[in-house]
């Protein structure tokens, strides 16, 4: 198995958004639809098993319908079809997405894929519809959206956003068994990386933060 990472750019302030692509022996699992389909072409000649969304933010999503002509399971929290239906929860302010192949899935779901079991995690906060995904194997993989970085944490201004969800499920994630993360923005990090990083962070929210 084998992980790879396409970065995609959006506007003048570069934001740079992660999909990542999970190469399997004779599939492969994206997560997230930030990066057109022909990315993740040019990557692997695997065909895709399945997607899964972590949020539904436009950087995350954006793609999503490109995906969906597929026919493959594109795996979302219960509340990420209202984001993709509403242009101020995806806060693309300007964009709707249409797609038949969603499937819902809620907290400790776990859905065998050909790279292995991945176990949903959800964890609002930076959203309403935050879901992390855990992959089990010898080295347990997480990936998590924008509800955690290497270094820093996802904002919780944006419409749905929510500081003291957010501050349980950076709590949850310190709780869970797994050796790196793959993030939604920036560089991956480990689980002793943020051993040391969420701690700061929930101690920062705890002491200085009004909510």
């Known amino acids: 198995m084998e992980i790879k990472t396409i970065k ?5 302030n570069e934001l740079k ?10 599939t492969c699992v994206v997560i997230d639809a ?14 895709i098993e399945a997607v899964f969304i972590t949020h539904g933010h436009f950087d995350h999503v954006e793609y999503i319908e490109e995906y969906d002509k597929l026919g493959v399971p594109i795996y979302v929290s219960e509340e990420t079809p ?20 969603i499937v819902p899935l809620e907290d400790c779901d776990k859905i065998e894929c050909c790279v292995g079991t991945i176990e ?7 959203s309403d519809d935050s879901m992390c995904y855990l992959l089990h194997g010898e080295t347990n993989t997480l990936f998590s959206g924008d509800t955690v970085f290497s270094v820093a944490i996802g904002r919780d201004d944006l419409p749905t ?29 480990t689980k002793e ?13 705890r002491n200085t933060k009004t909510y």
């Not at 995609?8 to 003048?12: D, I, L, P, T, V």
């Not at 209202?82 to 192949?101: A, G, Q």
């Open 8 to 12: 995609s750019y959006w506007g003048e």
């Open 17 to 26: 958004q992660n999909t990542h692509v999970i190469i399997g022996d004779k």
């Open 34 to 47: 930030g990066a057109p389909l022909q990315d993740v072409k040019n990557l692997t000649w695997l065909p």
């Open 82 to 101: 209202m984001f993709l239906n509403d242009i101020n929860l995806n806060v693309s302010r300007c964009k709707t997405y249409k797609v038949k192949n």
């Open 120 to 126: 949903c995690v959800k964890t609002p906060g930076h």
């Open 161 to 189: 956003g929510d500081t003291i969800q957010l501050l349980a499920s950076l709590d949850k994630i310190l709780n869970l068994n797994f050796n790196e993360m793959y993030t939604g923005h920036g560089r991956k990090s």
């Open 193 to 205: 990386e943020q051993l040391s990083n969420i701690p700061r962070w929930i101690n920062y929210f």
